[in-house]
């Protein structure tokens, strides 16, 4: 049986610390209390199905997409466990039109954006779902939303949860990507430290069905993603499981490509479906921190500034040398 060092979320996250000794802590507390909320949407989760809780709310979110119960749920259960001792500023998610300030604004060092639960679709089937965050040191109380408007860069730490078999923590921090599993006895335990994505992989994750909407560059690069390598005789495979955490986890430990790329389907969204702050930028940081890459097609996706908390922007992101493939086409080089 392979040894594992039972090492905790806090034990690993208090070892880090120790490295920076100007650290005040805050920054665990505020990563310890997202893993809470992972906790209790995951408890939620596992008997949704039997309880009556999975179907739609009565609400809608600012896209005018109709809100899932489980949406709300986990919402409300981020905000409530974000809200206490004054280290978050202002918190945004996919699912609130507007960033909520906390009340003792001015003295919480960061901001959080977050996507409660994404991969709604899959609430019904018990399929794959996950929770995206990202993480920013609060600028100034004057500066337009506290800073949270900048470049995926100024993320000082993201990440995702992952609720499938088993429940799992992706931390992008200092350089780093580390996986902890949950475990019975419903403590968080690392289960991969350091990260690396292979440099290319052989499964691509991208909603076909939109291809008519595609740019030519798109087009001709998943067709070259589909065309067997003379060598191998083998093409990439498609995984596309309708939750672009469970299919960045696949490629994060196997490598691949995710796309969902700017479509002209809906005249509002020419950038794709995707938000840079609560879905992009996150995962971007993971993908980047473990050797990976992520871009637009035009650049890449952590320099992008949204220009309100709501911006969409499209994401190509997995092993660097798929990415980089996806921008040769794009250039019109492929
Ligand atoms: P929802 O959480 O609103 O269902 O969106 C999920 C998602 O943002 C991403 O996780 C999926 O990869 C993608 O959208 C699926 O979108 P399509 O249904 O258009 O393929």
């Given at each position: 049986?392979?040894?594992?060092?039972?090492?905790?979320?806090?034990?690993?996250?208090?070892?880090?610390?120790?490295?920076?000794?100007?650290?005040?802590?805050?920054?665990?507390?505020?990563?310890?209390?997202?893993?809470?909320?992972?906790?209790?949407?995951?408890?939620?989760?596992r008997?949704?199905?039997?309880?009556?809780?999975?179907?739609?709310?009565?609400?809608?979110?600012?896209?005018?997409?109709?809100?899932?119960?489980?949406?709300?749920?986990?919402?409300?259960?981020?905000?409530?466990?974000?809200?206490?001792?004054?280290?978050?500023?202002?918190?945004?998610?996919?699912?609130?039109?507007?960033p909520?300030?906390?009340e003792?604004?001015?003295?919480?060092?960061?901001?959080?954006?977050?996507?409660?639960?994404?991969?709604?679709?899959?609430?019904?089937?018990?399929?794959?779902?996950?929770?995206?965050?990202?993480?920013?040191?609060?600028?100034?109380?004057?500066?337009?939303?506290?800073?949270?408007?900048?470049?995926?860069?100024?993320?000082?730490?993201?990440?995702?949860?992952l609720?499938?078999?088993?429940?799992?923590?992706?931390?992008?921090?200092?350089?780093?990507?580390?996986?902890?599993?949950?475990?019975?006895?419903g403590?968080?335990?690392?289960?991969?430290?350091?990260?690396?994505?292979?440099?290319?992989g052989?499964?691509?994750?991208?909603?076909?069905?939109n291809?008519?909407?595609?740019?030519?560059?798109?087009?001709?690069?998943?067709?070259?993603?589909?065309?067997?390598?003379?060598?191998?005789?083998?093409?990439?495979?498609?995984?596309?499981s309708?939750?672009?955490?469970?299919?960045?986890?696949?490629?994060?430990?196997?490598?691949?490509?995710?796309?969902?790329?700017?479509?002209?389907?809906?005249?509002?969204?020419?950038?794709?479906?995707?938000?840079?702050?609560?879905?992009?930028?996150?995962?971007?940081?993971?993908?980047?921190?473990?050797?990976?890459?992520?871009?637009?097609g035009?650049?890449?996706?952590?320099d992008?500034?949204?220009?309100?908390?709501?911006?969409?922007?499209?994401?190509?992101?997995?092993?660097?040398?798929?990415?980089?493939?996806?921008?040769?086409?794009m250039?019109?080089?492929?």
């Open positions: 049986m392979k040894h594992v060092d039972q090492v905790t979320l806090t034990e690993y996250l208090l070892e880090r610390q120790r490295a920076h000794p100007e650290a005040t802590g805050e920054l665990t507390e505020l990563l310890n209390r997202i893993a809470l909320c992972g906790k209790i949407i995951a408890r939620k989760l008997r949704s199905t039997l309880t009556g809780d999975t179907g739609y709310a009565a609400t809608s979110n600012v896209y005018g997409e109709k809100q899932e119960k489980l949406d709300v749920f986990a919402n409300e259960v981020f905000l409530r466990h974000l809200r206490y001792g004054g280290i978050v500023s202002i918190a945004a998610s996919e699912e609130m039109d507007e909520k300030m906390f003792h604004d001015g003295t919480g060092h960061y901001t959080v954006s977050f996507d409660p639960i994404d991969g709604s679709s899959n609430l019904d089937v018990n399929g794959t779902l996950g929770t995206i965050f990202g993480i920013r040191r609060r600028k100034g109380a004057g500066e337009r939303d506290h800073g949270l408007l900048t470049s995926g860069r100024d993320q000082i730490a993201a990440g995702y949860l609720y499938g078999p088993a429940t799992e923590i992706v931390i992008a921090a200092g350089g780093r990507v580390a996986i902890f599993t949950l475990d019975d006895a403590e968080f335990f690392l289960s991969k430290d350091g990260v690396k994505m292979p440099v290319s052989k499964a691509y994750a991208v909603n076909e069905g291809q008519a909407f595609w740019k030519d560059g798109t087009r001709r690069y998943v067709e070259w993603l589909k065309t067997p390598d003379p060598k191998t005789r083998k093409a990439h495979a498609t995984r596309y309708a939750s672009l955490v469970g299919d960045f986890h696949r490629i994060l430990q196997q490598g691949g490509v995710y796309l969902y790329p700017e479509d002209s389907s809906d005249p509002k969204r020419p950038d794709g479906k995707l938000r840079v702050l609560y879905e992009c930028h996150p995962l971007a940081l993971v993908a980047e921190f473990a050797g990976g890459r992520a871009s637009t035009a650049g890449e996706v952590l992008v500034v949204p220009g309100d908390n709501h911006a969409h922007c499209p994401l190509v992101i997995g092993s660097k040398d798929e990415v980089d493939r996806y921008d040769a086409f250039a019109g080089k492929g």
